[in-house]
Each structure stands twice: as structure tokens, then as C-alpha cells.
């Protein structure tokens, strides 16, 4: 979903599916392709597999809101253990037909350009060669579907749907934008020599692409096959809920339904329990191993610490950062930042209030902890993924990850209840993981105690050696 989405339309796509789930017949499970659930999704690059996407808004990113902004704080950011830059857009963005006072970063007016407010060619190559010497990589978002109204693409009205008057128009109800026409093969090839550009000139990693189920599939595995005989082991990573997409073309696609139910948890109170369900039911439709990007918090939705308070934020973090696929941490999560950047905030200077750290040293110290943990244990990334009982699951969820020997239990309570209660947990010796947001306790597995919105991360012992 591109910013640009009316509120109201959000909602009522929110609605629907809470009123699918608690009906127990969830609208993204009704008609399964078990065909396609059937085959191995797309074998993705081992460094995606156990990343931690980073989405810098580079405009409010930084006082100075350019992409020197970004490279001058590349060590935070490998402090924070986080392997995955993910940059918004950074070409120029339309004028005419604009929103807001600086316009949406997803009109683009030039694929080629980068917006002389965030910097030069120069700038780029040298924040990717800084990133790369961290080990970091670098994905910048496209924008495919549409472009602004001003675009230099527009000597090509070709390119473009058009009504049945034969104007140019635009999808949906994203009137700052116009709608490009994928059934145009000279379109096509325009796209894809764009992409290959971007990788082949500036040593990118892929891409994050916008509105990506908006646009047709072949066109995506055409462009997918390009890119490969320039680069290999690129991420491709879908801003969609299509399955198809996962089966050769993207590597990753966003947990959207998920994001959902967490929200009908954490703000509506529904069970703990529809977390299990939702997991379950995606794993119907997608191809065998595909890798959703966990999300609780983007450039898209209210911040995470405006839907769920500053406890429950910290809560569904450490719930994305436990399950498989990627998390992401969109830039200012990691200080509790509540600056709000979707519609219409998006498109209006928004800068991240950093300074926020002073209220909660927390949040810091935690993301940092959780991401180290995760990129550090195979387990925490694409283990195995076991439910377990708790004695209050309306409130709790408690899991399993385990990949060999290494293996963890994960206890989280989505609500503003203390729980005091015991866990399924195997038999065995558990440490628990000590994590900044609270102490660890003496009590020894199955009972646990979790404040509201607490979490506590339990690791088994190797006999005999380290855990």
C-alpha cells in the first residue's frame, strides 16, 4: 500500500479483516493456492536470511536531511545491529498535483535523478562503499507502479493508462500520481534498464519495491532475471501480500496481515491467541519457506508508540524480532520517536526527534540487544517456529525457535495485565537472556511472571559448554 491510501480505506481493509479472523475464517485463507503452497519459494541470500532491515526516510533522517546525513551516522547503525539499509526514494519528487508542502516521496519525477536536496552521485557511491566496509548493504526503494505528473517520462504518454476519454490517468484514489502501463513492452524495457542502472553504476544490493502487487508479476521476474547477470544474491523485497510474487521474483513481502492482528490485539484486545492463527494461515497460501518482512511500525501506519503506548511498542517489537522472515526497524523505533510520517505528515517536513532517547535510554539498549541476538543465533532467524501452551492465553503468547541445538523460548504478553502464571516449557536447562527493558527473575521455567507489555527470552544450556 502506497502512502497516498485514504485513511478511511485503511480502516475498513482493517475491519475486514478482523471481523475475517474472529470469525475464524480469515478473507487471505478462504481460497488457498495449494498448488503454489506447494513449491519451494526462491532460495534468498544467506545475509537476507538472518537480516535486520533499517528504513531511513532521508529527508527527516538527519538535521541536514541528505545522504551525507545518513553516511555520517553509518556507526550507529552498525552499533544498533542492524545489516540492511533501506533508503525511501531519493529522486527528485513531482510538483504539479502535489500533496502537502514538499510533496509524496513516491511521485517520482526522474528514476535517474537523484533530488539535489539529498545530494549528488557522489554522495551515494560513497555511502555505499561506507556501508559495504561495515558490512552493511544498501536497497533503495523504486517506485514502479506510477509516476508524478511531471515526470520526464511524461514525453511518452504511451507509457501511461489512459481513460476512456484518453487522458492520462491514475490508479486507485492517489490523484498526485499517474498510472503507468505494463502492457507497453517499450515501457518495460525502460524500467528494467533503469533497474539494471542502478545496481550496475552504484553497487546497490536490490531494492524495496513500492505498490509491488500493482504491478504485473512477469514484468517482475523479466526484471528479476535482468538484474541477476549484473549482480548476483540481490534482495528484491516486495511491498505486497501476493504469493505469486515470493515464487521466483521477490525475495521477501511484507507481514501486513500480521501487522493487522497485532493492532486488533495490543488496541482491541482480541486473544493473544490470533497471532498463532494468522502465522498459521499465511503459511497456507505462500510457497514453501518464503520470508515475510515483520513489521509493527513504517513510514505507512500511526507509529507503533502512538497505537500501542510506549510499553506495548516494546512488546510487538520483541514479537517481530522472535519470529522468522526479517524485522524492521523504521528509523526513530529505536528511540521511541512519535513523529508521524504517513498521510499527510508524509508529506510535510517531519524531522526524527533523536533527542527522545533522553525519556527512554531503554529503547536503545533493547533494539540493540535484540537485533545482536537475532543476527547472532541461527534459531531466532529462519528456525523452526514451535507454539506452546501458557495458562493465560487470551493475554500471552510463548514459542519456541530452534535450529539444531540451539534453541529458545520466547514469552510475550500483549497486554496491559501482569501475568503470573507457567509455560509448556521442554525439559532441559534454561538461562534467560537478560534484556534492557527489565531483569531478568529467579524463577525457573515452567512458571513466569511478565509485567504488562512485558517479554522474557529463555536459551537452553549445552551440556558441557556454552550455550
Same mark, same amino acid.
Given at each position: 500500500?502506497?502512502?497516498?491510501?485514504?485513511?478511511?480505506?485503511?480502516?475498513?481493509?482493517?475491519?475486514?479483516?478482523?471481523?475475517?479472523?474472529?470469525?475464524?475464517?480469515?478473507?487471505?485463507?478462504?481460497?488457498?493456492?495449494?498448488?503454489?503452497?506447494?513449491?519451494?519459494?526462491?532460495?534468498?541470500?544467506?545475509?537476507?536470511?538472518?537480516?535486520?532491515?533499517?528504513?531511513?526516510?532521508?529527508?527527516?533522517?538527519?538535521?541536514?536531511?541528505?545522504?551525507?546525513?545518513?553516511?555520517?551516522?553509518?556507526?550507529?547503525?552498525?552499533?544498533?545491529?542492524?545489516?540492511?539499509?533501506?533508503?525511501?526514494?531519493?529522486? +527528485?519528487?513531482?510538483?504539479?498535483?502535489?500533496?502537502?508542502?514538499?510533496?509524496?516521496?513516491?511521485?517520482?519525477?526522474?528514476?535517474?535523478?537523484?533530488?539535489?536536496?539529498?545530494?549528488?552521485?557522489?554522495?551515494?557511491?560513497?555511502?555505499?562503499?561506507?556501508?559495504?566496509?561495515?558490512?552493511?548493504?544498501?536497497?533503495?526503494?523504486?517506485?514502479?507502479?506510477?509516476?508524478?505528473?511531471?515526470?520526464?517520462?511524461?514525453?511518452?504518454?504511451?507509457?501511461?493508462?489512459?481513460?476512456?476519454?484518453?487522458?492520462?490517468?491514475?490508479?486507485?484514489?492517489?490523484?498526485?500520481?499517474?498510472?503507468?502501463?505494463?502492457?507497453?513492452?517499450?515501457?518495460?524495457?525502460?524500467?528494467?534498464?533503469?533497474?539494471?542502472?542502478?545496481?550496475?553504476?552504484?553497487?546497490?544490493?536490490?531494492?524495496?519495491?513500492?505498490?509491488?502487487?500493482?504491478?504485473?508479476?512477469?514484468?517482475?521476474?523479466?526484471?528479476?532475471?535482468?538484474?541477476?547477470?549484473?549482480?548476483?544474491?540481490?534482495?528484491?523485497?516486495?511491498?505486497?501480500?501476493? +504469493?505469486?510474487?515470493?515464487?521466483?521474483?521477490?525475495?521477501?513481502?511484507?507481514?501486513?496481515?500480521?501487522?493487522?492482528?497485532?493492532?486488533?490485539?495490543?488496541?482491541?484486545?482480541? +486473544?493473544?491467541?490470533?497471532?498463532?492463527?494468522?502465522?498459521?494461515?499465511?503459511?497456507?497460501?505462500?510457497?514453501?519457506?518464503?520470508?515475510?518482512?515483520?513489521?509493527?511500525?513504517?513510514?505507512?501506519?500511526?507509529?507503533?508508540?502512538?497505537?500501542?503506548?510506549? +510499553?506495548?511498542?516494546?512488546?510487538?517489537?520483541?514479537?517481530?524480532?522472535?519470529?522468522?522472515?526479517?524485522?524492521?526497524?523504521?528509523?526513530?523505533?529505536?528511540?521511541?520517536?512519535?513523529?508521524?510520517?504517513?498521510?499527510?505528515?508524509?508529506?510535510?517536513?517531519?524531522?526524527?526527534?533523536?533527542?527522545?532517547?533522553?525519556?527512554?535510554?531503554?529503547?536503545?539498549?533493547?533494539?540493540?540487544?535484540?537485533?545482536?541476538?537475532?543476527?547472532?543465533?541461527?534459531?531466532?532467524?529462519?528456525?523452526?517456529?514451535?507454539?506452546?501452551?501458557?495458562?493465560?492465553?487470551?493475554?500471552?503468547?510463548?514459542?519456541?525457535?530452534?535450529?539444531?541445538?540451539?534453541?529458545?523460548?520466547?514469552?510475550?504478553?500483549?497486554?496491559?495485565?501482569?501475568?503470573?502464571?507457567?509455560?509448556?516449557?521442554?525439559?532441559?536447562?534454561?538461562?534467560?537472556?537478560?534484556?534492557?527493558?527489565?531483569?531478568?527473575?529467579?524463577?525457573?521455567?515452567?512458571?513466569?511472571?511478565?509485567?504488562?507489555?512485558?517479554?522474557?527470552?529463555?536459551?537452553?544450556?549445552?551440556?558441557?559448554?556454552?550455550?
Amino acid at each position: 500500500m502506497k502512502p497516498g491510501w485514504k485513511p478511511g480505506w485503511r480502516v475498513a481493509r482493517g475491519l475486514l479483516l478482523a471481523v475475517a479472523l474472529a470469525a475464524g475464517n480469515c478473507l487471505y485463507a478462504q481460497e488457498p493456492d495449494s498448488a503454489l503452497a506447494s513449491q519451494p519459494a526462491r532460495t534468498s541470500p544467506d545475509w537476507l536470511k538472518s537480516g535486520v532491515v533499517y528504513q531511513i526516510f532521508v529527508r527527516e533522517f538527519s538535521p541536514a536531511g541528505d545522504l551525507n546525513g545518513v553516511t555520517a551516522r553509518l556507526d550507529d547503525l552498525h552499533t544498533l545491529n542492524v545489516n540492511i539499509l533501506w533508503l525511501m526514494p531519493i529522486h +527528485p519528487n513531482g510538483q504539479v498535483k502535489k500533496k502537502g508542502s514538499l510533496g509524496s516521496p513516491y511521485a517520482v519525477r526522474d528514476y535517474y535523478a537523484i533530488d539535489p536536496a539529498l545530494g549528488t552521485k557522489a554522495d551515494l557511491h560513497r555511502l555505499v562503499e561506507e556501508a559495504h566496509r561495515r558490512q552493511m548493504k544498501v536497497i533503495i526503494d523504486i517506485v514502479a507502479n506510477h509516476t508524478a505528473w511531471d515526470s520526464v517520462m511524461m514525453a511518452h504518454p504511451d507509457f501511461y493508462h489512459k481513460d476512456a476519454q484518453g487522458h492520462i490517468t491514475y490508479p486507485h484514489d492517489w490523484t498526485d500520481v499517474a498510472w503507468l502501463d505494463y502492457s507497453n513492452p517499450r515501457l518495460r524495457q525502460y524500467m528494467i534498464d533503469m533497474l539494471v542502472y542502478w545496481i550496475k553504476e552504484f553497487d546497490l544490493d536490490g531494492f524495496r519495491c513500492d505498490a509491488a502487487g500493482e504491478v504485473p508479476t512477469d514484468f517482475w521476474e523479466q526484471a528479476r532475471a535482468a538484474l541477476e547477470k549484473v549482480k548476483a544474491n540481490i534482495m528484491l523485497l516486495a511491498e505486497a501480500d501476493k +504469493p505469486e510474487l515470493l515464487r521466483s521474483a521477490f525475495d521477501m513481502d511484507y507481514s501486513w496481515p500480521l501487522m493487522h492482528t497485532l493492532n486488533d490485539v495490543i488496541m482491541d484486545g482480541e +486473544p493473544a491467541t490470533a497471532i498463532r492463527t494468522n502465522i498459521e494461515q499465511q503459511k497456507e497460501r505462500f510457497p514453501k519457506g518464503a520470508l515475510h518482512m515483520r513489521i509493527s511500525d513504517d513510514h505507512d501506519e500511526l507509529r507503533a508508540t502512538t497505537r500501542f503506548g510506549y +510499553p506495548g511498542s516494546i512488546a510487538a517489537a520483541a514479537l517481530i524480532f522472535t519470529l522468522d522472515g526479517a524485522p524492521l526497524i523504521y528509523n526513530g523505533m529505536e528511540v521511541g520517536d512519535s513523529t508521524q510520517s504517513r498521510d499527510p505528515a508524509l508529506f510535510e517536513p517531519q524531522k526524527i526527534f533523536w533527542q527522545a532517547a533522553t525519556w527512554h535510554p531503554e529503547y536503545p539498549k533493547f533494539y540493540a540487544a535484540i537485533a545482536g541476538l537475532r543476527r547472532t543465533h541461527p534459531a531466532l532467524q529462519q528456525g523452526e517456529l514451535i507454539w506452546i501452551h501458557n495458562s493465560n492465553e487470551q493475554h500471552v503468547v510463548t514459542f519456541l525457535r530452534r535450529s539444531g541445538t540451539d534453541e529458545f523460548l520466547v514469552a510475550i504478553n500483549l497486554s496491559n495485565t501482569p501475568f503470573r502464571g507457567t509455560v509448556e516449557a521442554p525439559a532441559g536447562s534454561w538461562k534467560e537472556i537478560e534484556l534492557p527493558i527489565a531483569k531478568p527473575e529467579t524463577g525457573a521455567l515452567p512458571f513466569v511472571s511478565l509485567d504488562a507489555f512485558g517479554a522474557r527470552i529463555f536459551e537452553t544450556q549445552v551440556p558441557g559448554g556454552q550455550p
